[in-house]
């Protein structure tokens, strides 16, 4: 095979206007004394910068650049390539995706090195492009004592901890943090829980919408946990007496994920908590979220309504921000401006005009909407109705011929419109306004793997509602606990849905200031199926348990 033939650095520093002949001749000269690279004499002159070379490796080859500084590597990948190997030659593994390893090398035009790896590793390998500094970091916090969490704490020097905020940025430390967003990550958790109690740091994961306990931290580490969680998210580490918020945007593995940091000071410390936004684990598409053919049939309906509210409501994680992204995603035509307001942006679609809440500056839910008003918009997205003001304009918009879909934080469909008339919209407003309400909530799916079938008593059935499906050879389906479950007999979550479209009737009983009881009794004589409906028929199919319905449609139910 024949060698393919590269512009040398020189060549492309000149072509980039870095460096001029005369400074190229005096490197060449040098390398012949030195034996040195042309790229580290010219740094070392101080004719260009590390970054300039690096353009010019990135460009010779057609390498990309890695940035290992908001970067988090799976621990087992360090297994692939021996510590020793690593530091001689400056290199790092990043992420393995099926037989393809990316490394992050100082010098990845190192043909014969690359060549090493994949024999060491039996792999096909990428190389990509590092600042040597960053690698050297990067081993220094992934290499030596980074199996377990135990090892990792038992290796930290004791006698520093009065130091927390020095120590939040040592390798042991950062350690344990990356440790923790790794296994949060890979649990596919929503949240990350960082509670000092009076004798422990407490460490806790929201997954499938409950939280976990998970190893404890001793209560030494808590001042150089904290201070690190605060030093990523760009927050003060010196002010521990009031609230803050800040954002880490990380790379793990080959996904970009986004936390939100909140901070809150208690008796025992900050207590600290994540938001985490995989993007990558957002699916859309409203045939994807389990919405029964009959509601799914009436969400459509509305969508492509011309003008009006629709209002998505349910308690904070149950999916709401992605229905209404699924939405967006059927209603984004090249015919139609679609503009948005979020707090904050959680998913970006080409062509629609997203814009992501700033308190800070007066861009509000409300100052962004009027704004909109004069943007010539056909459909509008508010990501939460919070105030009279926003309800006010949002109302406004819809009734001047702008279709506009929001949030709202309601237990049931029928008490969206007594939560607007309390926030002091008039009820002929409401009435006039609103197209339909839909509720929403995730409900646990019982784990594939590890699930049995079971025939409920008929006790259970009377409990749960199923009293007609007594003598009916009925079975239900339940986790007995595996490894892919975390024992927890659940893995994964499905969307019930609840839809209220408004009838004249509806309409009717609004324009009264009628109770959300009689809207509710209203619109179940004329067909809705409610939460607990949509939670049945999902046991019925084997697809979740009595236990979930009932913890799930409880609330929603009273």
């Known amino acids: 095979m024949a060698e393919i033939s590269y512009k040398k650095i020189g060549e492309i520093l000149i072509e980039q206007g870095f460096i001029s002949m005369e400074q190229l001749r005096e490197a060449l000269e040098e390398q012949k004394l030195t034996g040195e690279k042309v790229g580290e004499i010219l740094v070392k002159k101080g004719v260009v910068g590390q970054e300039e070379i690096e353009l010019a490796l990135s460009k010779q080859k057609g390498i990309a650049r890695f940035d290992l500084s908001n970067y988090i590597i799976e621990p087992s990948l360090f297994k692939l390539i021996p510590e020793d190997f690593a530091r001689k030659y400056k290199l790092l593994p990043v992420f393995l995706i099926e037989n393809t390893l990316t490394v992050a090398m100082a010098d990845p035009t190192n043909v014969f090195i690359i060549d090493e790896l994949q024999r ?90 409950l939280l976990r306990r998970q190893s404890p931290l001793p209560k030494d580490l808590s001042g150089a946990v904290i201070s690190r969680f605060k030093i990523m998210s760009g927050l003060d580490i010196s002010e521990k007496r009031l609230p803050q918020d800040g954002r880490i945007i990380m790379k793990i593995g080959n996904k970009d994920i986004d936390f939100r940091v909140s901070t809150c000071p208690t008796i025992h410390g900050e207590n600290v908590v994540l938001r985490i ?68 942006v959680e998913y970006q679609f080409p062509g629609i005009r997203q814009v992501p809440v700033n308190v800070k500056t007066g861009l509000t839910f409300a100052a962004a909407l009027r704004s909109f008003l004069r943007q010539d918009p056909n459909i509008i997205m508010l990501g939460e109705i919070r105030d009279h003001e926003t ?99 659940y893995k994964g979550r499905l969307g019930i849905y609840e839809i209220l479209k408004v009838s004249p009737k509806v309409q009717e009983t609004v324009l009264k200031r009628s109770s959300a009881d009689d809207i509710r009794a209203i619109a179940i004589k004329e067909g809705l199926s409610t939460l607990r409906d949509a939670a049945l028929q999902k046991l019925l199919a084997g697809l979740t348990t009595p236990e979930e319905v009932m913890r799930v449609t409880l609330e929603a139910s009273e």
């Open 277 to 344: 936004l995989d993007k990558s684990g957002v699916v859309l598409g409203l045939e994807t979220l389990g919405f029964p053919a009959k509601e799914l049939g009436m969400f459509q309906e509305m969508i492509h309504s011309p003008y009006g509210i629709i209002l998505v409501t349910g308690p904070t994680g149950s999916g709401k921000t992605t229905t209404l992204y699924s939405a967006l995603q059927i209603l984004n035509k090249e015919t139609v401006n679609i503009m948005t307001v979020e707090d904050p």
């Open 391 to 489: 309800a006010e304009i949002a109302i406004q918009a819809a009734l001047t011929g702008h279709l506009v879909l929001s949030t709202l934080h309601t237990n049931d469909s029928s008490s969206a419109f007594s939560r607007l008339i309390d926030m002091g919209i008039e009820p002929f407003l409401v009435s006039s306004s609103i197209l339909g309400v839909m509720a929403q909530r995730l409900i646990r799916r019982v784990c594939e793997r590890c699930k049995e079938s079971y025939a409920p008593s008929e006790e259970a059935l009377r409990n749960i509602g199923l009293a007609d499906k007594i003598g009916q050879n009925i079975t239900f389906n339940k986790g007995i606990g595996c490894k892919l479950c975390n024992s927890s007999g």
């Open 120 to 209: 060491l590793t039996k792999l096909m390998v990428e190389p990509v492009l590092a600042q040597e500094l960053e690698i050297k970091k990067s081993q220094d916090q992934y290499y030596g004592g980074s199996g377990t969490l135990l090892e990792i704490v038992a290796s930290i020097d004791r006698s520093k901890l009065s130091e927390g905020e020095k120590l939040g940025e040592e390798a042991p430390i950062i350690k344990i943090v990356n440790y923790l967003i790794m296994q949060a990550v890979q649990l596919k958790a929503s949240d990350i829980h960082i509670e000092p109690e009076e004798k422990t740091l407490n460490i806790r994961y929201r997954v499938d919408g």
